[in-house]
């Protein structure tokens, strides 16, 4: 007889319900959850891969070692030993600064890694701690810590309640919402605004699969969208219809806003975006005088030039139009587990301390990723020579991966964990590999942040790994354990990590799950007589427990010291200066008339990253190809399928062109975490179509100065027709 399991999808913030059909170990089907609280039986198609990666040959089982160039598997206990002495060999002999930690995308849905970042961290007690936020949204946190005091106190869409959603650099009907938890149907919400009335503006350089959905979408020029919000605030103001709402007495440096932007004039910021003097003026009068409205911006700010500013922008519209705490507009959830105070220094920091080779400063004690491979190249005191790399595949998602593989091959000792041999993993000396998605427990510990209702699931594990098999808070602990020990430098120091060890074993992650909930804004705390929200209502309620809407936090929920919302931090205000000398004044920084062209990601419908492995998620027609404008590929005498050269100053890629207005002239536009053409890695999803990665041409050097986010939208290229013809 076949069974049932729900559970949460863990591949997105989304967090769509599933439910899974099984018989005997074999999983028989994956289908929406139709009473899942959030997400009503909506999925996408990726979850269905997960049935691929529960059986897939090429997923590891058992701790591997390169041995002359070649993996061969050994023990738990060998790896852990070896792991442990080597990471502690080099910090004793080089100092803590030459081992760096790494930790990717599948860390931030996974509560066994993401308990043990912490810890991780401390043992480390490295200033070289780097994570794929400083590729994705660093500037959101950067804004946050600034403005409200905490680098995770996210503003979330109150997409269910507003009349006007002004949309920028997000294509929710593909990425599913990013910091915009809805379940797999944003694109459904934004019917739902205009079915009540309202309106959605969409601004992005490519005409996305959400413009569909959308009552206007304008073009914009990569990377001017600080200008063009700019442009909004300034007319806000100007028309008299900015506001400051119950929150007046809880703002600072208001009046810094307007003087800080009247150096840029609204008939450059169109002439420079692309977007009318009429049409500016005309969405910031509709925006501000719709009842409640809502200006969210996603990876395409985040992950450009001036991610800084343009977040900073974003929540000052939300804020002078009084959209701010308030339902339609921005809205903070309350999470059933409290991740904002429960660890002490999590608020974030600004340059305690920068890095060695470019003097960049770190931010909530993380240094830049893309910095990461020259603190492994070049010589000197300080240098990285071992590296801890936990689930994330940096060679094809970090600016310029190609260099990054190659600081790779530099370092002394290499860990991983990770369930694969694949771009990254291939360079580690030790890979040590969690259980399967459906062979551990979950429970959203920080993807909740993004919720747009407040919700809560835990699910237990669906089948019981093959044994020993570790989940990535066993083995991540063990390291953490087994290093410290060998860290400390007497006997009587050793003996008491070793005992603390011993104990920590005691604490599994369902405990502190309980913990959480009971000391969380819903659970019953230190009285025993009240009811609250316990881990066992979890567990009886598969489908996951409605907390209710958003609900005003403020001005109690601030972090800041004062209680007050930073509308204009001086450290913010003091980056306006670049973003004028690049579009005012023209300070490119390279040859705009040999790199004529700007490239743009685009996220594949079916897959993300890792799940390539899924050979029923990428199958069918390839995905990696190059969008180009009719005219740009008119100038180069390029027709469809025609292979094209790429090239940007750091690197070059071959790609097959597909010829479409959806991207505007001067733009071309890529999906990014292909390229699976790297020796010894997915031979089967080479064979299929292995794809070009887009990171292998985005600079390393260029990064927003302000939070030292990558740049991987607006990077610029040539590109010229090759002879070779698309293989299908
Ligand atoms: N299918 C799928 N879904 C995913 C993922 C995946 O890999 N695959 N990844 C998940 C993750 S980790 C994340 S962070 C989210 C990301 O979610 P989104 O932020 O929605 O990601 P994208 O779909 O890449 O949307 C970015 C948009 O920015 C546009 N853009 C590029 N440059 C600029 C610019 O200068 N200005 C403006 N205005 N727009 C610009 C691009 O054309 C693109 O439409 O998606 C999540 N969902
Ligand atoms: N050009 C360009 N670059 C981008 C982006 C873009 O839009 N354009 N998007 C950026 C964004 S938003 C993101 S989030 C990053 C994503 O980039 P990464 O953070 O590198 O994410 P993935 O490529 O999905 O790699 C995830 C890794 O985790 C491993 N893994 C899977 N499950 C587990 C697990 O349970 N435990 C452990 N330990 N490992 C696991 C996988 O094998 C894989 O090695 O890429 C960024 N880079
Ligand atoms: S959008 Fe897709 S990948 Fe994301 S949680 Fe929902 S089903 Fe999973
Ligand atoms: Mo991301």
């Known amino acids: 007889m076949s069974e049932i399991h729900y559970r949460t999808c863990h591949l997105c913030e989304t967090m769509c319900g599933i439910s899974i059909e099984h018989e005997g170990g074999k999983i028989l089907s994956i289908k929406g959850d139709p009473k899942h609280v959030l997400s009503k039986g909506e999925i996408c198609p990726k979850p269905i891969g997960l049935q691929d990666i529960h059986i897939d040959p090429d997923r590891l089982h058992k701790p591997m070692k390169k041995v002359n160039g070649k993996f061969i598997e050994i023990s738990w206990n060998e790896a852990f030993n070896e792991t442990t002495s080597k990471l502690a060999a080099i910090q004793r002999k080089y100092g803590n600064n030459a081992v760096a930690t790494y930790q990717g995308r599948s860390t931030a849905h996974n509560i066994g890694a993401l308990l043990t970042v912490h810890p991780l961290r401390q043992v480390a007690n490295t200033q070289n701690t780097y994570t794929g936020s400083t590729v994705d949204q660093q500037p959101h946190n950067f804004v946050w810590y600034f403005m409200l005091g905490h680098q995770f106190m996210a503003t979330v869409p109150n997409i269910d309640q507003t009349d006007y959603f002004l949309l920028l650099g997000s294509n929710p009907k593909v990425s599913n919402g990013a910091m915009m938890s809805t379940g797999a149907n944003p694109h459904k919400k934004f019917v739902g ?49 900015a506001k400051k709402g119950r929150l007046g007495p809880h703002i600072k440096n208001w009046e810094k806003i307007q003087p800080a932007l009247s150096n840029f004039d609204l008939p450059t910021i169109a002439k420079v975006t692309g977007i009318s003097q009429h049409d500016i003026e005309r969405i910031a009068c509709e925006f501000a005088t719709s009842k409640t409205a809502v200006c969210y911006g996603r990876t395409g700010l985040s992950m450009q030039k001036f991610g800084g500013l343009c977040n900073w922008l974003m929540m000052v519209i939300n804020l002078i139009t009084a959209n701010f705490d308030e339902p339609g507009g921005m809205m903070f959830p309350t999470t059933a587990i409290d991740t904002f105070t429960a660890i002490e220094g999590a608020r974030g920091s600004y340059d305690t301390y920068r890095s060695r080779v470019s003097n960049r400063p770190e931010f909530a ?9 020259e603190e492994i190249m070049t010589p000197g005191k300080g240098k990285i020579r071992g590296l801890v790399a936990i689930a994330g595949n940096g060679a094809l998602s970090m600016p310029n991966g190609k260099l990054f593989e190659e600081a790779l091959g530099q370092l002394d000792f290499m860990v991983a964990v990770d369930p694969y041999i694949n771009e990254t993993t291939r360079h580690a000396d030790i890979i040590l590999p969690p259980v399967g998605p459906f062979e551990k427990s979950h429970y959203d510990l920080f993807y909740h942040t993004y919720d747009t209702i407040n919700w809560a699931a835990y699910n237990p594990r669906l089948f019981k790994p093959e044994k020993p098999g570790y989940t990535d808070f066993e083995i991540i602990g063990e390291i953490v354990r087994r290093w410290a020990v060998k ?42 007589f009240k009811k609250g929200l316990t881990l066992n209502i979890l567990k009886e309620n598969p489908h ?87 005219h740009d590929a008119k100038n180069r005498k390029l027709k469809e399928g025609d292979m094209a050269c790429i090239t940007s100053a750091v690197g070059s890629i071959e790609v097959p062109v597909v010829i479409t207005d959806n991207v505007m002239p001067g733009v071309i536009c890529l999906p990014h975490a292909w ?54």
């Open 193 to 241: 605004i205009q079915e009540r009335g309202g309106k959605v503006v969409l601004i992005d350089p490519r005409r996305t699969e959400s413009a569909e959905f959308c009552d206007e979408h304008h073009f914009i020029k990569p990377s001017t969208d600080a200008l063009f919000l700019i442009g909004l605030i300034k007319t806000i103001f100007s028309k008299g219809l």
């Open 675 to 728: 390229g699976h053409t790297r020796k010894g890695t997915r031979q089967r999803v080479a064979n299929a179509h292995p794809g070009a990665s887009l990171n292998d041409i985005t600079d390393h050097n260029v990064m927003d100065e302000l939070t030292g986010n990558a740049v991987v939208h607006g990077v610029p290229v040539k590109l010229e027709k090759i002879r070779k013809k698309i293989q299908a």
């Open 487 to 528: 860290k400390a430098s007497n006997p009587l120091k050793k003996l008491k990590v070793r005992l603390l060890g011993a104990l920590s074993k005691f604490i599994t992650v369902e405990f502190i799950l309980a913990m959480g909930l009971r000391f969380g804004p819903y659970g019953s705390g230190i009285n025993p």
């Open 365 to 373: 004690m993380e240094l830049p990723v893309a910095v990461l491979a």
């Open 544 to 630: 996951g427990v409605f907390l209710g809407k958003p609900k005003r936090i403020l001005p109690e929920g601030l972090f800041t010291n004062d209680k007050k919302i930073d509308a204009a931090p001086q450290l913010i205000l003091a980056d306006l200066p670049r973003l004028k000398a690049r579009w005012f004044e023209g300070v490119a920084g390279y040859n705009e008339e040999e790199y004529d062209l700007l490239i743009i990601s685009r996220l594949t419908e079916r897959t993300l990253g890792w799940l390539h492995h899924s050979q029923r998620l990428v199958k069918g027609p390839p995905t990696c190809t190059l969008f180009v404008n009719p």
